[in-house]
């Protein structure tokens, strides 16, 4: 059974920093990328950023570039989101995606909340 486990949100202050982490365990197939989205309430849900897993190669969304920051640990199938300078308006459930062997998984997600 595929699993994506979201950790490490929380309550942070306006201009702090958190990091959170989401651990992948039994896929079948190799990891092609993953991504963070978060969903703040009452809007959509939207993308934050993704890495390609082979390369390390990754994009932001223009709303955290420059304040977010995504890496891997291959050999723990983790995906790490470090965030810094947060602003109240990243407030959301953060979800991780994997997208390997052509299907994507979802985790259950994580709430952070800023503060200002």
């Known amino acids: 059974q595929v699993q994506l486990v979201e950790s490490g949100g929380g309550l942070v202050q306006a201009g702090g920093s958190l990091r959170v982490s989401c651990a992948a365990s039994?896929?079948?197939?190799?990891?092609?990328?993953m991504s963070w989205f978060r969903q703040a309430p009452g809007k959509e849900r939207e993308f934050v950023a993704t890495?390609?897993?082979?390369?390390?190669?990754?994009n932001y969304a223009d709303s955290v570039k420059g304040r977010f920051t995504i890496s891997r640990d291959n050999a723990k199938k983790t995906v790490y989101l470090q965030m810094n300078s947060m602003k109240p308006e990243d407030t959301a459930v953060y979800s991780c995606?994997?997208?390997?062997?052509?299907?994507?998984?979802w985790g259950q997600g994580t709430q952070v909340t800023v503060s200002s």
């Open positions: 890495i390609v897993w082979g390369s390390g190669s990754t």
């Open positions: 995606n994997s997208l390997a062997g052509g299907i994507n998984y």
């Open positions: 039994g896929l079948t197939f190799a990891i092609s990328k």
